[in-house]
């Protein structure tokens, strides 16, 4: 439901905007992750992080020198390790398709080395998700999230960290379970 009304919202507000800018850059980002699930029902005696990567694409469209919008393209994982009875660590990888579209705010925009902040929504489809036992069919296939971040710019490299919660509970195998995706990722980029 959510999805249904952020996402219009979010296509109306960009369209109409986007007279009023430019095209600034596009380019290449890779980072790292660290994911885990978070929510009211986690599963066995709790959750570990565990290691992902992210890879993918970006274009600006910068309104002035301190606002810009920045779509987003990357294949992304996501998972946990979920300590079960007798300690054995159970580990389950996601793989989405995502595309976040964050609002980015720009500091010190005639200095060598720009810091940034931004956030938005992220919308992902599901390529696949498996644990130790096999291919897992109970997961949802899309997910929507909230990203908050902060980096800096300098010349046409950049880094930044950032937090992706999801908003959608992933498991479908019942209406009640509280069990969404987290992750932590660094991730650095080149603009062409």
């Known amino acids: 439901m959510k ?7 979010l296509l109306l507000l960009s ?3 986007l007279s009023a800018g430019e095209f600034s850059s596009r380019g290449m980002k890779i980072g790292i992750s660290s994911a885990r699930f978070v929510g009211k029902d986690i599963p066995g005696k709790g959750v570990s992080a565990m290691p ?7 274009f600006s469209y910068k ?17 946990t390790k979920i300590n ?3 300690d054995v660590h159970l580990a389950n ?12 705010m720009t500091f010190l925009s005639e200095s060598r080395v720009k810091p940034n902040v931004f956030y938005g929504p992220a919308l992902a489809f599901k390529y696949f998700a498996l644990n130790n036992t096999g291919i897992l069919e109970d997961i949802r296939s899309t997910d929507f999230g ?4 902060a980096g800096f710019e300098f010349w046409k490299i950049s880094l930044d960290v950032r937090y992706n919660r999801g908003l959608v509970n992933f498991d479908k195998s019942s209406e009640d379970i509280d069990l969404k995706n987290s992750a932590v990722s660094f991730m650095i980029g080149y603009s062409f």
């Open 3 to 9: 999805e249904t009304i952020i996402i219009p919202a």
């Open 15 to 17: 369209t109409s905007a």
């Open 52 to 58: 992902g990567f992210a890879i993918g694409g970006f």
């Open 63 to 79: 309104f002035n020198e301190r606002f810009s919008i920045q779509p987003e393209i990357f294949f992304t994982t996501k998972g």
């Open 84 to 86: 079960t009875i007798g």
């Open 93 to 104: 990888l996601f793989a989405y398709f995502e595309f976040p579209v964050l609002v980015k």
């Open 146 to 149: 909230l990203i908050l971040g």
